[in-house]
Every structure is written in C-alpha cells, then in structure tokens.
C-alpha cells in the first residue's frame, strides 16, 4: 500500500495529539487545611483519578495561620500550584483582581450552587466567579459527652449555664474545662469571638450594620463579646498561653479537657484520635428566651492559578469539585464541612448532623471580618486575633479594645469614616450643650 505525504503528514498530527492527550498532568493543590493530608490522599484524590488517570493531583497544605503569606510569595515567585484553595471573601478576592485567579464564570458546573454559595468568591458586582464553592464549616462546642455524662452535666444553653458548667468542671478537677490557647492568635478570634458574637450583634443585622457604617466596634454589641472571652481566661488551664492550636486539640482528643470550643472542621480529627463518645452544643445565647444566631461560615472554595500551564487539566478537576459527586465524597470523608452545592448530602456522621442540625433553630451568619472589612490596612481579620487575645489574657479592656479596632477601620474604610465624624460633631454638639447649661446656670447663681 502506498501511503501520499498528505496521508503520513495526516496520521503524524493525529499520533502526536493522542500522544499530547494521553500526556499525564500533575496538578498541586494549595491549602491550608494541613489537618486533611490523609482524607484527601486516601479518599478525595483516588476517586478523581480513577475516572481520569491521565490527571495526578498532589494535596500540599501548609500551616492555617501561614497560609496566606506562603501562598503569597509563591504566586509571586511563580511557583505555587496549579489548583488554589480559596478563603472567602477578600482575601480571594485580592487575588483575583491582582490576577492570580482565573475567571470561572463559564464553567458550566457553576450552575450546581446558589447565587449566596457563589457570592463568597465573586466580585462585588457579580460579574466573575473566580473558586469552585466547596464548604461551609459551623462554630460552636465540641464536649466530651463521656465527662459530662460521670459529671453529670447537661449542655449549656444560655452563659449562664455555660459558665456554670465549666465551673462544676473545674471544681472536679478531673479535666480541664476549656481546651483553648493563645499562642496561634486565629486560635482565639475564630473560636472565640467569633463563635459567640453573633449572639451579641444578632448575626447579619449587625455584620451589614457594620459594613454600612451604621454600627461601630466600639458599640455593646461588639465590645461585650470581649468581655465574656476574659471571663474564660480561669478556665483554660494553666499555660493557656504557650498553648498552641495543635497542643489544644491533643489536650482535648487525649480527654484531658472536657469542652473544645470548635469549629465543625475538627470533627473528622477528632472521629480518629478521641476514644470517647462526644456531643456538641451551639454558642449559648445571652439570656433564656433570646433568639439564637450560628456562624455558618462559607469557608472554603477552589480556583484555578492563572499561571498554570495545565489549564485544561485544571478546569477538569475543577468541573469535578463541582460536580454532586464530589459533594456526597467530601461531605462525608470531611465531617463538619458542609457542601455548598444545590444537591441535598447525606451525611452519614452523627456529630455533623446534629452540627448541621443548628440551622433548624438559629440565624445564620458569616464571621464579621470576611467580607469587604479587611480589605485594607490595618487589616480587620488580623487586628481581631490579636484583641481577642489581648481580652483572654487581661492586658486591655474591652472598651480600649473596641476603640482601637474601630480606629483602625476608620482609618481607611469610608463608611466608618462618615459615622465617625458623625458621632464626633454628635459629641462635639452634646458638650456644647452642657458647656451652655453649665454657663446659664452659674449666671443664675450671680443673679
């Protein structure tokens, strides 16, 4: 047979592009959920690739409270990975608009999630979608139900009761009350302050009256949760200091504490290292009666590095993130990580669905600082760390905490600009007035 130069010329560009397709493509994923390396390498990863083999994916997490700054420098240095894990809100969005995230929005997947599941990684306007929803994660307590079950003790539902509980706990000696430290800052701010200060600013009332300039940090509402996280300071143990996230979820995991202030993250954790039985309740509410508010926090997502060279390997994975698939999969080998997409999980753990449970009875919210407030400078996610920490310990009140917080916002953010100067002229007025009543009155006096 003989074969023309157009016929060889044909089947050379057809072997290459089989060749090309049947190239494998290792695709790294960055993250900071460092605590999820064997889920995602046992169960997670083999499940994509077995349905494509040609596509290798490497899970390679770093530190939570490092997070950030690393991925950062490796965007910057042009060696982070193809496939980004995204935070909510700003912080992904700064990515994005500096051009580290592709653009998502034609990714036919997309349309498995609501419009509130896609906007934590959108632009304000909507326009682009720039991470694949995957998760929502809760706040709350994790208790060992062992303890209080030989303590006798019932889950707390107002502070109160919560306070009362921990002292019974502390009078028996026999665990610490609350696995919590101050060594990693986040540690504090996102299982403290943010586990129980929706309850104080009623959830999105307040989180929209403070990004509209309607509220400010030094109000009750966001100065009193301050004051109940220094009134946990005595039971945190001794050290509480020094103690690192990883020490406070072995403290609690090696049942040496009996209540783990927590995120619904650490249920798959703590399902491998606890040996005990244990039961969750939701932050307590300020008073009997009061309507209850949770964070339901839209925590995480996944894009795509605008830089990557395997960009079609990339929207592959992506589009299978995205898929009802993955949800069922994730869902259950990540307890305590709730997936966004539109189809209904069944999710097989007991303590994530009594977690899942708590949007049945309270409000839902996001953490106050993800969305539009810490876009500037000083950066209000970071500042809390800190003033939760400052409050644990003591070292400033929570009024002193509240001022400066709010100073630092209204250094940069224009809504807090307005109401500042507002309340300033306010001021101003108000002593006007009393200097005047003062005056008249001495006036009287000389009559």
Not at 265 to 293: H, K, L, T, Y
Request: negative net charge; proline residues 5%.
């Amino acid at each position: 047979m003989k074969l023309t130069i157009k016929t060889i010329t044909l089947l050379t560009t057809a072997l290459t592009a089989t060749a090309i397709h049947a190239q494998e493509v290792t695709l790294t994923i960055e993250s900071w959920r460092n605590d999820d390396i064997r889920l995602w390498q046992d169960e997670i990863i083999p499940a994509f690739e077995a349905q494509h083999p040609n596509i290798n994916v490497e899970f390679t997490p770093s530190a939570p409270a490092e997070y950030n700054a690393v991925l950062n420098s490796k965007l910057e240095a042009g060696s982070a990975g193809e496939l980004i894990t995204c935070r909510p809100f700003d912080a992904s969005l700064a990515l994005f608009e500096a051009g580290h995230l592709s653009d998502l929005s034609d990714l036919a997947a997309m349309s498995n999630f609501s419009d509130v599941a896609r906007s934590a990684w959108q632009t304000d306007d909507g326009s682009a979608t720039f991470c694949v929803p995957m998760a929502s994660v809760f706040h709350g307590f994790i208790y060992n139900a062992d303890a209080f079950a030989e303590l006798g003790l019932e889950e707390p539902e107002t502070e109160e009761e919560f306070f009362a509980v921990l002292e019974a706990i502390r009078e028996d000696g026999t665990y610490i009350p609350l696995a919590m430290g101050t060594n990693a800052q986040w540690e504090a701010a996102t299982m403290g302050y943010q586990n129980i200060g929706p309850n104080y600013w009623r959830g999105e009332e307040g989180r929209q009256a403070l990004i509209a300039g309607e509220a400010r940090l030094t109000d009750e509402e966001w100065t009193a949760p301050y004051a109940t996280l220094a009134r946990w300071a005595e039971y945190m143990g001794n050290g509480f200091e020094a103690q690192t996230y990883p020490d406070s979820q072995n403290i609690f995991t090696l049942g040496r504490a009996a209540i783990y202030p927590a995120g619904s993250w650490e249920i798959a954790g703590f399902n491998a290292q606890a040996d005990f039985a244990m039961g969750a309740f939701r932050p307590p509410v300020r008073n009997a009666g009061d309507e209850c508010f949770i964070s339901d926090h839209t925590d995480i997502g996944i894009g795509m590095n605008a830089a990557t060279e395997n960009p079609e390997a990339a929207r592959t994975f992506l589009a299978w993130v995205a898929s009802p698939e993955f949800a069922e999969i994730f869902g259950n080998a990540l307890p305590g990580f709730f997936p966004l997409s539109s189809t209904p999980v069944e999710l097989e753990d007991p303590l994530a669905r009594e977690i899942v449970g708590w949007r049945n009875e309270c409000e839902s919210t996001i953490r106050s600082t993800y969305q539009i407030l810490s876009r500037g400078t000083p950066n209000l996610e970071n500042e809390t760390w800190g003033a939760s920490v400052a409050a644990i310990k003591g070292d400033e009140t929570p009024e002193d905490l509240g001022r400066e917080l709010q100073e630092g916002l209204a250094s940069w953010y224009e809504p807090q600009q307005y109401s500042s100067l507002l309340l300033q002229l306010l001021g101003e007025g108000a002593a006007q007035n009393r200097r005047h009543k003062t005056k008249k009155k001495k006036t009287k006096k000389k009559k």
